[in-house]
Structures are given as structure tokens and as C-alpha cells.
């Protein structure tokens, strides 16, 4: 079975500071995707970036960025020039389809911008 | 605009009773999901289904049944087997194909009377 886990269960930075969240996972997959969700306090799901296992080329997507590395099973989420809007809870997600074809997430991380 | 809708946004159960969240998308998406989430914690998958009149256990499917008669809708209902149903409960749905990314709904918070 699958395991997400983020050791970082709240940080807070300053407004334009970078920030960088943890998340390492455990699977016996070769194949599979990784995910960060954001979850502002209206509580919806908001897909943050995504990561094919096979592709060695970290994902971008504007500020935020991932650190992969496969061999350690990490997969850190890089928030650049942090913004007020960013405070939210992120999750750090785990796909690999075959017998259960849900995510895997993990506890969250919850993340406060400081102005 | 094309998303997925889930009603009611709050909903109360009395002891013994079934309820049922609805879940309906039109983004045209093959697979959906139901999980739930707790205070602190992660969110769990329930039940999952990848097409029409077929659908799977996930890791907490106890006292929780669905069905999948129309592609949009992906009705969850939550028995009176459930003995601890309070909880944030969140329906998603996907595109055909491995590790495509999940879009989800509002959310329905369920509570206990």
C-alpha cells in the first residue's frame, strides 16, 4: 500500500519569502504521478501542480515548483515571492492506479503568509 | 461553465437514518471519486467508478454505498451502518487515462443531530 507522508503539519513565512514544503511517499510502483493540492479555507480542492515518476525534469507551473527525487521517494513543493492568497492547506498526493485508483494523500501541510 | 456540482452544501442526519450527497459533473469525465475528509487528516477514498454501472471499494467503503447509472452523477449515500459519518465529504472526477488529474467539488459537510 501506498503512504504520503508531510512531517510539516503548519508553517508560516513572510509575504514574498520562499517557502518550501515536504512531502516524501512510499510505493512499490514503478510508474505513478505525484500531486500537490491546495485548500484555501473555502475548503475546495485546487490542483497546484503534477509530476509523472518517469520524467526526470522537475514541473513548474508560475511560482511554484518541485524538488523530485525518485530515489529518496521526496517530492518537495517550492512556493516562490509567497503571497497573502497562498495561505492555505496543501497536500501532497500519490497516484498509481492498478487495484485502488484513488489518491493517496497525505495530512497536509497548513501554510500562513505573513504580511 | 463546465465543473462539478455537489448539494446539498451542509447536511444534518439523525441516528439511524440514510442520507444521500449528491454529485453531478459535466466537464465529460469518465472516472469519479468520493472521499472524506476528518479534521487533520488527509483525505480518504470511499468508492471510485471509471465507467456507467461500474464501481469499487476504496480503503474506508464500511456503511457508505453509490451508484453510477448516468455518466454525470455519482450519487453517495451514507447508511446508518456508518456509526461516525460527521465529516467533510468531497466528490471528484477525472479523464480516462493513468494519472490524469482529479477535479473536485465544493465539498458537502455532513454533521450529526
Known amino acids: 500500500a501506498q503512504t504520503v507522508t508531510q512531517s510539516q503539519p503548519e508553517m508560516s513565512v513572510q509575504e514574498a519569502e520562499t517557502v518550501t514544503l515536504s512531502c516524501t511517499y512510499d510505493t512499490s510502483e514503478s510508474n505513478y504521478y505525484l500531486f500537490w493540492y491546495k485548500q484555501p479555507p473555502s475548503r475546495q480542492m485546487i490542483l497546484v501542480i503534477r509530476q509523472e515518476a518517469y520524467k526526470q525534469q522537475n514541473a513548474t507551473e508560475n511560482r511554484f515548483s518541485v524538488n523530485f527525487q525518485k530515489a529518496a521517494k521526496s517530492f518537495s513543493l517550492k512556493i516562490s515571492d509567497s503571497q497573502l492568497g497562498d495561505t492555505a492547506m496543501y497536500f501532497c498526493a500519490h497516484y498509481s492506479g492498478g487495484g485502488a485508483d484513488g489518491l493517496t494523500f497525505g495530512k497536509g501541510t497548513h501554510l500562513i503568509i505573513q504580511p | 461553465d463546465g465543473g462539478i456540482t455537489q448539494s446539498p452544501k451542509y447536511l444534518f442526519r439523525k441516528e439511524g437514518q440514510n442520507v444521500t450527497l449528491s454529485c453531478e459533473q459535466n466537464?465529460?469525465?469518465?472516472?469519479m471519486y468520493w472521499y472524506r475528509q476528518d479534521p487533520g487528516q488527509g483525505l480518504r477514498l470511499i468508492y471510485y467508478?471509471?465507467?456507467?454501472?461500474?464501481?469499487q471499494k476504496g480503503d474506508i467503503a464500511e456503511g457508505y454505498s453509490v451508484s453510477r447509472e448516468k455518466k454525470e452523477s455519482f450519487p453517495l449515500t451514507v447508511t446508518s451502518a456508518q456509526k461516525n459519518p460527521t465529516a467533510f465529504y468531497l466528490c471528484?472526477?477525472?479523464?480516462?487515462?493513468?494519472?490524469?488529474?482529479?477535479?473536485f467539488g465544493d465539498g458537502t459537510r455532513l454533521s450529526i443531530l
Open positions: 466537464l465529460n469525465h469518465d472516472a
Open positions: 467508478s471509471q465507467i456507467v454501472n461500474d464501481f
Open positions: 471528484a472526477s477525472s479523464k480516462e487515462g493513468f494519472g490524469q488529474p482529479q477535479h
